[in-house]
């Protein structure tokens, strides 16, 4: 470079290109151009995109910078075609490309080939970009996941039919439960074809109507073996499933989109043939242990009502049945007895008078009017004891119907109905509820137990 | 309680847990007698229901493959070694 002075003249300008070179704008540029060029061939510059922009072209044009300075950056659409997430402004980032300077403006920027987030790999963003847009959509949220049914009628697996995981999966199902029917949709799991099988698989056993529960699955891989498992499509598939999907992808550490999107995640396809289904042997032993305790439960609690009406029967409560049959029978043959007493009174009486009237009476009128009479009299005896035995005959059968409906109501058919009688304060059996008023106390006898209740309300029907 | 006897479960999974339920009931003896014997009934037919369940399903893995007009069809799945 020239010294120039500070004030003053101005320096004179060369008088030939032999004393000085004199450089037109576009040797200038063309120098500059290779000297850039070689210099910086393909570096690494770190920094935070702004102005990012995209055109229709679709090439990325942006300037990097930091706290004090910026450049411009470009990156075809050549370089970006297989990257796997969108630069915004304000990330930072690590972009390989080489330096170049664009003649005509006399301007240089970096042409990029390569960008990654700082300090993370590519793959990385990816999944982390797609996970937060899918989460802020609800594609995660646990109020939409289904549980998984019990005992599935069928069971769909949409993986490859010749890995390892179709057979780990097959292998634990049939341990835990033969009698399965199983629906495979032969899947590619790996490359750029595989998203859109699984699509497909997910949409096709989604047809079935006895598939209850879909196994998504995977053996374990590299982070780009496992990629399909993390592309959109494939997530939003699982999203729309009818069929509650269990997602099985990897090993235990591997976590993908799909992991998240399902309704449950199994760590390994193993796990995911455990979880679909509980063994057969144990859902046979927990029916069979309800069915004897349902079983066993009721036998007990008869056993238990026996007893308690055989001790009721010798109960004070009910000692009054028979009491009654007794007062009653009692009462019967009381009345027998007085009729039968009174009869021969009547008889009695009957035959004095004769007696009498014969002593008054001629011997042949007599005679004749005493046969009129006891003949009178025998007729009259025999209808009053008709009448008085149908009379006894009657309240025989009256008692004896009230005996047998004691019996049908015995204290072991009645309670064991789980009927309660209603005692009022007396004793008397309550059967109305005019019987009884608000405040009184009564008794409720149950088949267990006695009650001793006050009345608060009566309500005639 | 009444209306239930006579219904089919829905899945094995309702009737065990409905048959749960009827085993606590019992076994509190919170129910009166005649419930009882209604619930050691629906007990017995929800027993019957799981049990067929368990045996009923057939054991039978199917693998979905295109056929010529390109629709998908059932085949007895052979798993390659």
């Not at chain 1, 990257?83 to 930072?92: A, F, I, L, V």
């Not at chain 1, 008889?347 to 005679?367: E, T």
Request: net charge positive.
């Amino acid at each position: 470079m020239q010294q120039r002075p500070l004030f003053g003249g101005q320096s004179e300008p060369p008088e030939s290109a032999s004393a000085a070179q004199v450089y037109t704008v576009s040797q200038l540029n063309a120098e500059v151009k290779i000297l850039v060029e070689t210099t910086y061939p393909l570096i690494w510059v770190e920094g935070e995109i702004s102005d990012f922009k995209q055109p229709g072209s679709g090439h990325f044009y942006f300037n990097l910078k930091d706290s004090k300075s910026a450049v411009k950056a470009v990156m075809w659409k050549s370089s970006h075609r297989f990257m796997r997430w969108q630069p915004k402004n304000g990330m930072k980032v690590m972009v390989h490309g080489r330096l170049t300077v664009y003649e005509p403006q006399g301007s240089y920027q970096l042409d990029v080939v390569q960008m990654v987030p700082h300090g993370k790999g590519d793959l990385y963003a990816a999944f982390e970009q797609l996970k937060e847009k899918l989460q802020s959509e609800g594609l995660f949220d646990s109020a939409r996941k289904r549980s998984i049914p019990m005992l599935p009628r069928k069971i769909g697996i949409v993986t490859s039919p010749t890995g390892a995981a179709i057979q780990d999966i097959l292998n634990v199902l049939n341990r835990r439960f033969a009698n399965l029917g199983i629906l495979i949709f032969p899947a590619t799991v790996q490359g750029e074809e595989a998203a859109p099988t699984i699509v497909e698989g997910l949409g096709v056993l989604n047809l079935s109507r006895q598939i209850e529960v879909i196994i998504l699955a995977r053996g374990g891989g590299s982070i780009e073996d496992l990629w399909p498992f993390n592309d959109e499509t494939v997530a939003r598939a699982i999203y729309s499933s009818r069929i509650p999907v269990i997602s099985a992808v990897g090993h235990e550490t591997d976590t993908t989109i799909s992991d998240f999107v399902a309704d449950l995640r199994a760590p390994t396809p193993s796990a995911a043939a455990e979880l679909v289904i509980g063994t057969k042997s144990e859902f046979a032993e927990r029916v069979r242990n309800h069915s004897k305790r349902i079983h066993a439960s009721l036998h007990n609690r008869l056993l238990y009502l026996r007893n308690r009406v055989n001790v009721a029967a010798r109960h004070r409560a009910l000692a009054g049945f028979p009491e009654k049959l007794r007062t009653q029978q009692q009462m019967v043959d009381d009345y027998e007895g007085r009729l039968r007493a009174g009869l021969t009174r009547y008889h009695q009486i009957q035959q004095r008078k004769l007696i009498a009237v014969q002593q008054k009476m001629s011997p042949g009128h007599l005679k004749h009017l005493i046969e009129v009479r006891r003949s009178r009299l025998s007729n009259l005896f025999g209808r009053t004891r008709t009448s008085i035995q149908k009379k006894v005959h009657d309240v025989r059968r009256s008692a004896e119907r009230f005996e047998a409906k004691l019996t049908s109501l015995s204290p072991l058919a009645v309670l064991e109905r789980g009927y309660s009688i209603a005692y009022s304060e007396d004793g008397t059996i309550l059967k109305n509820a005019t019987q009884t008023s608000s405040g009184k106390a009564i008794r409720v006898k149950l088949h267990h137990g006695l009650l001793q209740c006050e009345v608060k309300e009566t309500q005639n029907d | 309680m009444t209306e239930t006897v006579n219904q089919d479960p829905v899945s094995f999974e309702i009737a065990l847990k409905e048959l749960e339920g009827i085993v606590k009931q019992l076994e509190t003896g919170e129910a009166k007698l005649e419930e009882a014997i209604e619930l050691f009934e629906r007990g017995m037919k929800l027993t019957h229901y799981c049990s067929q369940k368990l045996e009923e399903a057939e054991k039978k893995v199917e693998m979905l493959v295109k056929d010529s007009q390109g629709q998908y069809r059932a085949v007895p799945f052979e798993p390659e070694k």
